[in-house]
């Protein structure tokens, strides 16, 4: 067959798949991250079906669609947002990454992956999903509950240390020597500090540089900016994707509420590709050896992360049942993990088994993660006892 | 009072305080520009019993309900000396003959006594409305005469 025709063919039948699957997705009131993982699996090297028409377009798909996702990151949170977040729950924030990097990193050394591999498998652990958790809180009615900005700023501080988390990653994965490396992480913590700077009191400015009431040219001005910033930062060792969350983070109010709404679709449906195309990297039989390591890890982290959240509403005087929501909120990881999983696979640094746990353990905190969220509370209650000072009667 | 405002990074911004009854009440304003009425469970002033989506018209009439409560609560104080002086509050309804039409067509003070002492729109208070002020769907008129006069006038401001 013509490849043209077979490439359109492959990859209408997978996007259309991903549509069933999206949609089997939002009745049973899941994310669609998982189903896409096993998506991916299913068709990709030594799955049932294997597609390789393709492959390139799902290579570079998966590239914008890791950029729109941090892009859209940044455009969530206003820079003196994420000032106030930093400022005011920096403590829960350093408790968070304390807690859940750990149980990755050593894990990875566990398993022999050396430095580089518990760089990665710390990241994977570590980052929440907070397109999982702001679902969830919507979702449950939760948005006024008080527990809620406590959950959010922590997902703030976690979006600001992947600004700084992914560039020290990109170095390592380069395989930079150590002063090279250490160079490379000033240039990344000076330019990620410049532009907070800039975000902060020129936010208006880059907002009106992109800015415009026709649509689209508004879509094309953002996603241009955006493949330039992202490509400028690749290019200086910064990450790709970093550049595009600080472009995020530069365009502000009003601009960056349509500009969500605009690149919504755009990031659905190359994040989609992504994750399917991180599963056609994953060969599936690659995952039951390291299925057992990957539930060790679920269990652990997701008590951190649950930890962490008691811990943070705790401390601003959250009664114990809103406690328990907190941690269970934090608990599913997503799209990030996969993202960090993804630049390490893309970089062949790391060895193939470690792109296999970080899928199979994002598919199982991904599932629970929301399911947690809505039963560690009454499950809290039932097992628990009752706190000492009686409740009204 | 003490309202609480919390930002709610990447959402929006809640507005609330505590009930003497011990609820927390009070809305959130999403992103989005919609506004949602929150009410606290009684065992755990953390979570929240309902999140009510409000149209800016419903959030608007709610202001007026709870607003004009309060109006007429200070002006009945304020004439409980003078026996026989009520304070009623009207809402214009989306079937009233007055929607907008100036309030002097309804001639209410010329036939039943009755005088409109402030009209609560979208939250706001317009005091002392003169006759060309024109009625809107969702307005609450605050009035004040004598019981008779007053029940007339709800006849009026319904029938025409």
Redesign the interface.
Known sequence: MDPLALTLIELGAVVFCLGLLARLAGRIGMSPIPLYLLGGLAFGAGGIIKLEGMHEFAHLSGEIGVILLLLMLGLEYTAAELFTGLRRSWQAGVLDLVLNFLPGAALAYLLGWGGVGAMVLGGVTYISSSGIAAKVITDLGRIGNRETPVVLSILVFEDLAMAVYLPVLTTILAGVSFLGGLTTVGIALAVVSLVLMVALRHGHQVSKAVHSENSEVFLLNLLGAALLVAGLASAMQVSAAVGAFMLGIAISGATAHNATRILEPLRDLFAAIFFVAFGLNTDPSSIPPVLGWALVLAVITAATKMATGIWAAKRVGIARPGRFRAGATLIARGEFSIVIAGLAVASGAIPGELAALATAYVLLLAVTGPLAARYAEPLAKAVLPAPKVAAKA | MNVDE???????R?K?FMTAS?R?I?V?E???GQT?L?V?T???????Q??IPLTAEEAATLGNLLGGQHLAMKLSEEHKDVPGIVTRQFSITPDSPFQNQPMGKACIRTRCGVSIVAIMREGEVLPSPGPDVVLHTGDLLIAVGTQEGLDTAADILRNG
Not at chain 2, 42 to 48: E, R
């Open positions: 919390t930002n709610l990074p990447g959402l929006g809640r609330d011990g927390r009070g959130v999403l992103r989005e949602e929150i606290s009684w065992d755990d002033p953390d979570t929240c309902a999140s």
